[in-house]
């Protein structure tokens, strides 16, 4: 990369884009910032839209900041705690770019953050959204020239009238000690962002387009199909979507996605399918068949399938600083298809990441996919010594992964699932890592940070990362319904509404809208709802778990001493895999407290994934009064993680909070 040459007008000064710096979680807030100011004429650069498919993500985060007449950070809690902001500081400090920092939640700086923004001054555009935006644009004014002045003066001309300034007094030693970490932060930094080999190629692809092979099936269903896939990728920052009638110029690989539909009696047959367009080469393909009677959802469900499978493979292949080799990336696609973004066969999808690795070692996310597909792999496993196995090779896999690339956000995250599950402080670092670094184009270290976050009781703090996670990737049917559940348990239907009908809209199941209604009616516990689900065909309850429910359930109403303690006797005989959240709330509420607690203990030590989370379920408050609890809560590591990280469950912020709330 070359210096920037010198300017000598303000007016082209002016023209230099600002910077928006942000964290992976303030990603919607920040778009909406950079259209704001550039309807008010500001230009702006930021990553999320102005990382080419195929440019190296760090080498474009330097080059921009090098050449930008200002960066504006977005400042909230998450960027309190967001590594990757602490470095962009540094290189700003470093080609002596003016920051303004533009606070979007109310939060005082960090430690890390408070020696770069204590002379800073603030706009806090909570209290006003569009005063604050004309009030950055008239800063942004009087910067054009603060490339050319010391940093002093460039405080001095960026001070408004009226922005507030945050106060930050510290010690002589205090603050000495503080230069000398900054000193090796930046130059952490300045390795950790000098300039890599770029990515070896775009990753585009091109829509070869549908085609009909049945002329009964509607005309402009090829057409709605190639709309499908160009809108679910309209907001990817990495992999891009072409409609040009030809591949680009040039040798590099050129991926193509088409396919053919069709009419199979009363199906729809779907063929798609991923190739190289320079070699030739069939990278993936797959055949689906959905019901004639859907064709109207047919080019949403191939979106989002296609999509899901494209960003997992392409992103992965972007992390690597050569071109993978046609059959390498055909395994590796192959990995993904079989984890759960096409159908979910973990052995299979660990037999392909291991024929990855073998064949290219040095390819930081093959080796988080063998960490994944050893994590998903445990729960059909045959034997606790196969779990044993599994769960080694996934810590080994993800040391190797971030070994290769510290900034491999997947293998930070999924080894949260590796480690001993109830060390919740280690994993929780581990999410914490994961959000500092690469984001995800699937948005899945919200999720999984989420799904932690449920475990230690914490559901208002899941439900902000679940609404992150769908804001990256609003297809992931999953993440939806995840994120809908939990607001139901805050008694929050109406924006739970949204989320489910989406996973109702995403999944191709015509049990989802069943499984949705008898889910929620069973968390709010409207005995009349739960009973008739219970009995629905549709869901397949099988008939000794189905006479537990409804023995339970009409123990309930009856309010009998007997009957109930007849009811807790059953749901404890239960079969162990179907002792599940639904038998320790049922448990918890006929009274059996010990025995629900029984229930989460057992689940957790079987490494039931989420197995915790029960106990935080509505249904489950009297549990948690349980005299027993405090200590069920130190052996599942629940009690030394709320001590270490200064946090309470939510349930202890309730007017009667149950007494282990005293203990933390």
């Not at 015509?510 to 005995?527: E, G, K, L, S």
């Not at 895999?577 to 203990?601: I, K, N």
Request: charged share 25%.
């Amino acid at each position: 990369m070359n210096e920037p040459g010198p300017i000598t007008s303000d007016e082209r000064e002016l023209t230099r884009p600002v910077f928006i710096s942000y964290a992976t979680a303030d990603r919607k807030e920040a778009l909406s910032l950079c259209k704001a100011l550039e309807r008010r004429g500001t230009n702006c650069w930021i990553s999320t839209r102005d990382v080419a498919p195929g440019d190296n993500y760090q080498e474009a985060i330097v080059r921009s900041l090098r050449s930008s007449r200002a960066m504006v950070l977005v400042f909230s809690e998450a960027a309190n705690n967001s590594d990757e902001i602490k470095k962009e500081l540094s290189l700003a400090s470093r080609y002596h770019v003016p920051v303004m920092a533009f606070r979007i939640e109310d939060v005082e700086p960090s430690d890390a953050f408070a020696y770069e923004l204590s002379t800073r001054q603030w706009i806090d555009a909570f209290e006003s959204w569009d005063k604050s935006i004309d009030s950055l644009v008239g800063r942004l004014e009087q910067v054009g020239g603060a490339h050319d002045h010391d940093e002093a003066a460039v405080a001095a001309a960026s001070r408004p009238a009226r922005s507030r300034p945050i106060l930050y007094r510290r010690r002589t030693v205090a603050v000495a000690c503080l230069l000398t970490l900054i000193v090796i932060s930046g130059t952490a930094a300045w390795l950790f962002l000098r300039p890599r080999a770029a990515v070896a190629h775009p990753m585009q692809v091109r829509l070869a387009g549908f085609e009909r092979l049945s002329p009964d099936l509607p005309v402009s269903l090829p057409d709605s199909i190639d709309g499908e896939i160009v809108s679910a990728f309209s907001d990817d920052g990495v992999i891009g979507v072409s409609t040009a009638s030809a591949p680009p110029p040039g040798t590099a690989p050129a991926y193509a996605l088409g396919g053919t539909v069709r009419r199979d009696g009363d199906k729809l047959r779907v063929i798609a399918s991923l190739t190289d367009e320079r070699s030739g080469a069939s990278l993936w393909s797959n055949s689906f068949s959905y019901d004639a009677k859907d064709v109207s959802r047919v080019p949403r469900w191939i979106a989002v399938a296609a999509g899901n499978l494209m960003r997992c493979g392409l992103f992965g292949a972007s992390t690597y600083p050569k071109v993978l080799p046609d059959p390498v990336l055909s395994d590796y696609l192959q990995f993904c298809h079989n984890d759960a973004k096409i159908k979910f066969d973990p052995e299979k999808a660990l037999e392909f990441a291991q024929r990855v690795v073998a064949a290219a070692p040095d390819f930081s996310w093959g080796w988080s996919g063998v960490e994944q597909a050893s994590i998903d792999a445990i729960g059909t496993a045959p034997s606790q010594d196969r779990v044993t196995q599994l769960r080694a090779q996934a810590v080994r896999a993800a040391d190797k992964a971030i070994a290769l690339d510290p900034a491999n956000s997947e293998a930070l995250a999924f080894k949260s699932y590796a480690i001993d599950e109830g060390n919740l402080i280690a994993r929780e670092k581990l999410l914490q890592r994961a959000l500092a670094a690469r984001p995800l184009a699937c948005g899945c270290e919200h999720h999984v940070y989420g799904k932690m976050l449920e475990e230690v009781g914490r559901r208002a703090a899941a439900i902000a990362e679940l609404q992150r996670s769908t804001d990256v990737m609003p297809l992931n049917k999953n993440t939806q319904y995840a994120l809908g559940m939990d607001l139901i348990a805050e008694g929050r239907p109406e924006q739970a509404k949204k989320h489910l009908d989406a996973y109702v809209d995403l999944s191709t199941s015509p049990a989802a809208p069943t499984y949705v209604a008898a889910n929620a009616a069973f968390i709010t516990f409207d005995q009349g709802a739960t009973e008739k689900f219970i009995r629905d065909p549709v869901l397949g309850v099988p008939d000794i778990e189905q006479k537990a429910y409804l023995a339970a359930l009409a123990a309930l109403r009856s309010g009998d001493t007997q009957a109930k303690a007849a009811a807790a006797a059953q749901l404890v005989a239960l079969p162990a895999d179907m002792r599940d959240d639904v038998s320790a709330s049922l448990l918890s509420l006929l009274g059996a407290t010990r025995e629900a607690l029984d229930q989460v203990e057992e689940a957790a030590r079987a490494d039931k994934l989420f197995a915790r989370s029960w106990l935080f379920l509505p249904n489950m408050a009297a549990a948690l009064a349980d005299p027993s609890f405090p200590a069920r809560a130190q052996r599942l590591g629940l009690m030394p993680y709320w001590k270490a990280s200064h946090t309470k469950p939510d349930v202890c912020s309730a007017k009667d909070p149950p007494p282990f709330c005293r203990m933390i």
